[in-house]
């Protein structure tokens, strides 16, 4: 074996072509033998083995710096630099994450996680280079999916202008996650058709050199592309062709179901343990049932329909009343807006950590002019992802605090289905729900049907002393935490906040009566959260608060349990804190 033996980019650079070969097949292997077993990324890496063999036998890394856009195509880079055995042994699958990460190599620039940002850090790099009298390679490599995010063609347009090294390795595989949408990918289709000839070509509009090498999966067609540009003194694309899964033919096949996959058996593709969220399933249920009964009606997603349960039948059965605008959170949101102003009832659903590209367009686009458009919110929760680059539980801060927008946290099945045959058609309010974790059942409370009384909380249950807000995913710790007490004698007030973005003054002015204690727990951080809005609505009060959430911080791949105790977020502790508080 030769990966075995790399500890480091200069391990390979004498290698001839047939060691070559035999280093990418070697690689290909290894990962999918780890992905069978630990899941994980897989399409993108799988598509750039022999470019990130060429541009670590081309470039001299760290010096030469590597910018990898969403780090979708980190596994092979982390082989080459000293972190083979986290691909080759089981005992080390979990030594590196599935990003790049300064934390664990010099080769690494950035911990980078989210789409369309290398070409802008890139531009940093080369600037800061030139500012310093340097004379390294500044190296970004960017997907076409990737190519549909706003901030990757700002990066563009400021390299455009740049007069110094800057090397853009554009990695074309004719597909994101899903398929690619949008007008740029028609020029694009246009620059393969024609050998990079077309006139049609985005790059040099922008003002930049462009070499196109149709094999970009033919290492030696690299090594010769990168040694021409390698220290050039301006900036420079190259616009590489490469299959999407190469080396595994059901990935070849199926591209956005192996864009990332749960562990499978290697002889059939199929998974060990299937990953199905019911409220993905019961979004989507939704949605096929509104576009037969609301010609109104339009579902958006930004490039991740699986987060609604969007699957390639299901996008065809929606026909008209479904958009992708690619990897464009900003462009969905603001575009919703525009739906809704011109009477039409838009949907856009989304990974709570994506959401956060949306802040501007939520507050400016959308709730000042006060467009009744709707938000779909999932995977916030400390229990959704847990890298560093995809934490999904900032997002109450983020949103609640947006006036005009109305950010709803369902508890079940139900109440989130209620919540969504309510938001959908009306036209009065901007609003988001935070739909539930996967972990949340079924409820026999009835829920309601209106959610016009903006604020109005409910009382599941009467009670003294202490009074438990549970808000959303964590309705079921406050009616754990409720038991708990009860077995201590003390009979707690329960209560489901519906709303995440007001208080209900007469509620809480009511509770004055006779609890000493008020209690919040929300599944997010506690900072400018939830719990804060009640704790000040009885800051020049005698009344207790008691405010349970997560600490702020940046965690990454943190076991969920442990984390859970860190913040004292179970039943027992919860409970053990209130007695000792009473």
Same mark, same amino acid.
């Given at each position: 074996?030769?990966?075995?033996?790399?500890?480091?980019?200069?391990?390979?650079?004498?290698?001839?072509?047939?060691?070559?070969?035999?280093?990418?097949?070697?690689?290909?292997?290894?990962?999918?033998?780890?992905?069978?077993?630990?899941?994980?990324?897989? !399409?993108?890496?799988?598509?750039?083995?022999?470019?990130?063999?060429?541009?670590?036998?081309?470039?001299?890394?760290?010096?030469?710096?590597?910018?990898?856009?969403?780090?979708?195509?980190?596994?092979?880079?982390?082989?080459?630099?000293?972190?083979?055995?986290?691909?080759?042994?089981?005992?080390?699958?979990?030594?590196?994450?599935?990003?790049?990460?300064?934390?664990?190599?010099?080769?690494?620039?950035?911990?980078?996680?989210?789409?369309?940002?290398?070409?802008?850090?890139?531009?940093?790099?080369?600037?800061?280079?030139?500012?310093?009298?340097?004379?390294?390679?500044?190296?970004?490599?960017?997907?076409?999916?990737?190519?549909?995010?706003?901030?990757?063609?700002? !990066?563009?347009?400021?390299?455009?202008?740049?007069?110094?090294?800057?090397?853009?390795?554009?990695?074309?595989?004719?597909?994101?996650?899903?398929?690619?949408?949008?007008?740029?990918?028609?020029?694009?289709?246009?620059?393969?058709?024609?050998?990079?000839?077309?006139?049609?070509?985005?790059?040099?509009?922008?003002?930049?050199?462009?070499?196109?090498?149709?094999?970009?999966?033919?290492?030696?067609?690299?090594?010769?592309?990168?040694?021409?540009?390698?220290?050039?003194?301006?900036?420079?694309?190259?616009?590489?062709?490469?299959?999407? !899964?190469?080396?595994?033919?059901?990935?070849?096949?199926?591209?956005?179901?192996?864009?990332?996959?749960?562990?499978?058996?290697?002889?059939?593709?199929?998974?060990?343990?299937?990953?199905?969220?019911?409220?993905?399933?019961?979004?989507?249920?939704?949605?096929?049932?509104?576009?037969?009964?609301?010609?109104?009606?339009?579902?958006?997603?930004?490039?991740?329909?699986?987060?609604?349960?969007?699957?390639?039948?299901?996008?065809?059965?929606?026909?008209?009343?479904?958009?992708?605008?690619?990897?464009?959170?900003?462009?969905?949101?603001?575009?919703?807006?525009?739906?809704?102003?011109?009477?039409?009832?838009?949907?856009?659903?989304?990974?709570?950590?994506?959401?956060?590209?949306?802040?501007?367009?939520?507050?400016?686009?959308?709730?000042?002019?006060?467009?009744?458009?709707?938000?779909?919110?999932?995977?916030?929760?400390?229990?959704?992802?847990?890298?560093?680059?995809?934490?999904?539980?900032?997002?109450?801060?983020?949103?609640?605090?947006?006036?005009?927008?109305?950010?709803?946290?369902?508890?079940?099945?139900?109440?989130?289905?209620?919540?969504?045959?309510?938001?959908?058609?009306?036209?009065?309010?901007?609003?988001?729900?935070?739909?539930?974790?996967?972990?949340?059942?079924?409820?026999?409370?009835?829920?309601?049907?209106?959610?016009?009384?903006?604020?109005?909380?409910?009382?599941?249950?009467?009670?003294?002393?202490?009074?438990?807000?549970?808000?959303?995913?964590?309705?079921?710790?406050?009616?754990?935490?409720?038991?708990?007490?009860?077995?201590?004698?003390?009979?707690?007030?329960?209560?489901?906040?519906?709303?995440?973005?007001?208080?209900?003054?007469?509620?809480?002015?009511?509770?004055?009566?006779?609890?000493?204690?008020?209690?919040?727990?929300?599944?997010?951080?506690?900072?400018?959260?939830? !719990?804060?809005?009640?704790?000040?609505?009885?800051?020049?009060?005698?009344?207790?608060?008691?405010?349970?959430?997560?600490?702020?911080?940046?965690?990454?791949?943190?076991?969920?349990?442990?984390?859970?105790?860190?913040?004292?977020?179970?039943?027992?502790?919860?409970?053990?804190?209130?007695?000792?508080?009473?």
């Amino acid at each position: 074996m030769y990966l075995e033996k790399i500890n480091g980019p200069q391990d390979i650079k004498s290698f001839n072509e047939e060691q070559r070969k035999a280093l990418a097949q070697e690689m290909r292997e290894a990962m999918l033998k780890r992905a069978s077993v630990h899941g994980g990324h897989f !399409g993108p890496d799988f598509g750039i083995v022999e470019c990130v063999i060429a541009l670590h036998t081309v470039f001299d890394s760290p010096k030469d710096k590597f910018v990898f856009d969403i780090s979708h195509q980190a596994y092979p880079h982390k082989m080459l630099t000293g972190r083979k055995d986290a691909y080759l042994y089981a005992e080390h699958y979990d030594d590196v994450s599935g990003y790049t990460n300064p934390e664990e190599s010099e080769h690494d620039m950035f911990n980078v996680g989210h789409t369309s940002t290398s070409i802008s850090l890139a531009t940093g790099l080369a600037k800061a280079r030139d500012l310093k009298g340097d004379k390294e390679n500044i190296i970004a490599v960017i997907g076409d999916g990737s190519m549909s995010g706003g901030e990757a063609l700002e !990066g563009l347009d400021t390299a455009g202008e740049m007069d110094s090294n800057l090397i853009i390795v554009f990695n074309d595989n004719d597909q994101s996650i899903a398929e690619v949408h949008g007008g740029m990918y028609k020029g694009f289709r246009e620059l393969r058709e024609t050998k990079g000839q077309s006139e049609r070509n985005l790059f040099k509009a922008m003002g930049l050199e462009y070499r196109f090498v149709e094999a970009g999966n033919d290492t030696e067609a690299l090594i010769a592309a990168f040694s021409e540009v390698k220290d050039i003194d301006h900036p420079v694309v190259i616009h590489i062709v490469t299959q999407k !899964g190469k080396g595994y033919k059901l990935a070849e096949e199926n591209k956005e179901d192996w864009h990332w996959h749960m562990p499978f058996d290697i002889e059939t593709g199929e998974a060990r343990q299937e990953m199905v969220d019911p409220y993905a399933e019961q979004t989507a249920a939704t949605f096929l049932r509104l576009a037969r009964e609301d010609e109104k009606f339009i579902a958006i997603s930004a490039a991740t329909p699986s987060s609604m349960g969007l699957t390639q039948e299901r996008r065809r059965a929606l026909g008209k009343h479904y958009l992708d605008v690619g990897i464009a959170e900003e462009q969905a949101v603001a575009m919703a807006s525009g739906l809704a102003r011109n009477g039409a009832h838009p949907v856009f659903g989304d990974f709570s950590s994506f959401f956060q590209r949306t802040y501007d367009q939520l507050s400016q686009d959308v709730c000042v002019n006060n467009n009744p458009a709707t938000f779909l919110v999932f995977w916030a929760s400390m229990y959704g992802m847990n890298d560093v680059t995809h934490l999904g539980f900032y997002d109450i801060p983020m949103m609640s605090n947006i006036p005009n927008l109305v950010y709803l946290a369902p508890t079940s099945p139900e109440e989130y289905q209620a919540m969504l045959d309510w938001a959908i058609p009306q036209e009065k309010y901007p609003v988001a729900i935070r739909v539930p974790h996967a972990m949340v059942g079924s409820s026999k409370r009835p829920v309601r049907e209106s959610y016009d009384e903006l604020n109005k909380y409910e009382v599941v249950k009467d009670g003294s002393h202490v009074a438990i807000i549970g808000l959303g995913n964590f309705y079921n710790l406050a009616e754990e935490t409720a038991a708990k007490l009860k077995e201590q004698g003390i009979e707690a007030t329960l209560i489901n906040p519906l709303f995440i973005t007001g208080q209900d003054k007469e509620l809480l002015e009511k509770l004055k009566a006779n609890h000493e204690l008020v209690v919040t727990l929300e599944d997010g951080v506690l900072d400018g959260g939830f !719990g804060e809005k009640i704790a000040r609505f009885y800051s020049a009060d005698k009344m207790k608060v008691l405010n349970f959430g997560l600490s702020k911080n940046f965690y990454d791949r943190y076991d969920y349990e442990a984390l859970a105790k860190e913040n004292h977020l179970t039943a027992a502790q919860v409970a053990e804190d209130i007695l000792a508080n009473l």
